[in-house]
């Protein structure tokens, strides 16, 4: 029975802490860790009866508890040294994206858990959908990918944080990187990246300083190019991904993850595929983790994949900064 503890009890952690729940022969929620103690103690009381022991400093959570797992779920400016302790303890870490505000940051989480040989996974939930999952079964028979389109249209204010830069990075940095994640997952590595963004819609809301409409366009060491353009000015209360990719001899469109229209377009006729699927991607993450660590094998995306992720879009941020394209 896996021992765990969270630090960081806001949205995305309800999330992962049901998912747990419903693996409650596997793990047990022993603690809960947030700045603002009431928070902590709801998740404390609707997840565990009140059982688990409530925390406002995570050090303390690490001195006090003895846990086998810890999920971080904090906003990127908040990052200090919750990996490095807890790597030291050989506590496995589950931390969602993204992982740090700069490189320099993050390489040292990378570090820290491979020095410490602890299992980490990233919270990019979209590798685990049921769409991806099989396309990425299909690619073994096909072939490069050429070419991929995403986008990400939403309308929201978020949360004060959310709206200030120097803390969430922008929107390409603290939200679209799922898209960019997926991108790099199925293309390989970037070699070069050109970004222009602006903040067209909010400039009459105080303290909005991230981007609202952004065009990114990706080069790769394969010679394979994607696309990336997102708002927060779309239609208030609908999430809209969408992500197109085409290799040799099939091409798909991804509403979400669990969805997608597939054609094996190398015959003179059309042959196409439904995936349609209602799988809990935030369990399967963590069952992932659960069994990484029983296994003693990676897990799917580990803090290594956060990193390169991470790289490519403070990339894309410097790139529409300076006005130029960056080369990684």
């Given at each position: 029975?896996?021992?765990?503890?969270?630090?960081?009890?806001?949205?995305?952690?309800?999330?992962?802490?049901?998912?747990?729940?419903?693996?409650?022969?596997?793990?047990?929620?022993?603690?809960?860790?947030?700045?603002?103690?009431?928070?902590?103690?709801?998740?404390?009381?609707?997840?565990?009866?009140?059982?688990?022991?409530?925390?406002?400093?995570?050090?303390?959570?690490?001195?006090?508890?003895?846990?086998?797992?810890?999920?971080?779920?904090?906003?990127?400016?908040?990052?200090?040294?919750?990996?490095?302790?807890?790597?030291?303890?050989?506590?496995?870490?589950?931390?969602?994206?993204?992982?740090?505000?700069?490189m320099e940051t993050a390489n040292r989480m990378v570090q820290a858990v491979e020095?410490?040989?602890?299992?980490?996974?990233?919270?990019?939930?979209?590798?685990?959908?049921?769409?991806?999952?099989?396309?990425?079964?299909?690619?073994?028979?096909?072939?490069?990918?050429?070419?991929?389109?995403?986008?990400?249209?939403?309308?929201?204010?978020?949360?004060?944080?959310?709206?200030?830069?120097?803390?969430?990075?922008?929107?390409?940095?603290?939200?679209?990187?799922?898209?960019?994640?997926?991108?790099?997952?199925?293309?390989?590595?970037?070699k070069l990246v050109f970004t222009k963004m602006n903040n067209l819609f909010h400039?009459?809301?105080?303290?909005?300083?991230?981007?609202?409409?952004?065009?990114?366009?990706?080069?790769?060491?394969?010679?394979?190019?994607?696309?990336?353009?997102?708002?927060?000015?779309?239609?208030?209360?609908?999430?809209?991904?969408?992500?197109?990719?085409?290799?040799?001899?099939?091409?798909?469109?991804?509403?979400?993850?669990?969805?997608?229209?597939?054609?094996?377009?190398?015959?003179?006729?059309?042959?196409?595929?439904?995936?349609?699927?209602?799988?809990?991607?935030?369990?399967?993450?963590?069952?992932?983790?659960?069994?990484?660590?029983?296994?003693?094998?990676?897990?799917r995306v580990p803090m290594i994949e956060g990193a390169k992720s991470l790289q490519?879009?403070?990339?894309?941020?410097?790139?529409?900064?300076?006005?130029?394209?960056?080369?990684?």
């Open positions: 029975m896996f021992k765990v503890g969270f630090i960081g009890c806001g949205g995305i952690a309800n999330a992962h802490a049901r998912a747990l729940s419903s693996l409650s022969n596997r793990a047990q929620m022993v603690a809960f860790c947030d700045i603002e103690e009431e928070r902590a103690r709801w998740f404390s009381q609707n997840y565990t009866g009140g059982k688990a022991k409530v925390f406002t400093d995570y050090r303390e959570m690490f001195d006090k508890v003895d846990i086998d797992i810890v999920y971080i779920s904090l906003p990127p400016y908040a990052h200090k040294d919750e990996v490095d302790i807890a790597a030291e303890k050989g506590i496995h870490i589950f931390i969602e994206k993204p992982i740090a505000l700069d020095k410490n040989k602890v299992k980490s996974q990233v919270g990019f939930m979209f590798r685990f959908g049921e769409a991806i999952e099989t396309l990425e079964r299909l690619l073994c028979n096909y072939g490069p990918v050429g070419l991929m389109m995403g986008r990400y249209m939403c309308n929201s204010l978020h949360s004060p944080w959310w709206r200030d830069k120097t803390k969430s990075g922008g929107q390409v940095v603290e939200q679209i990187i799922h898209i960019f994640d997926l991108i790099r997952h199925f293309m390989g590595e970037p400039k009459d809301i105080p303290d909005y300083t991230v981007e609202d409409v952004s065009g990114t366009v990706i080069m790769f060491q394969n010679g394979g190019i994607a696309t990336v353009s997102a708002t927060n000015g779309a239609i208030p209360g609908k999430w809209i991904t969408q992500v197109d990719l085409i290799a040799k001899g099939l091409t798909a469109s991804m509403p979400d993850a669990n969805h997608a229209s597939i054609y094996l377009t190398s015959n003179p006729w059309e042959s196409k595929m439904e995936i349609a699927s209602s799988k809990d991607i935030y369990l399967a993450e963590t069952i992932d983790l659960l069994d990484a660590i029983e296994q003693d094998r990676p897990t490519l879009v403070l990339s894309a941020a410097r790139s529409a900064e300076e006005n130029k394209p960056v080369e990684l």
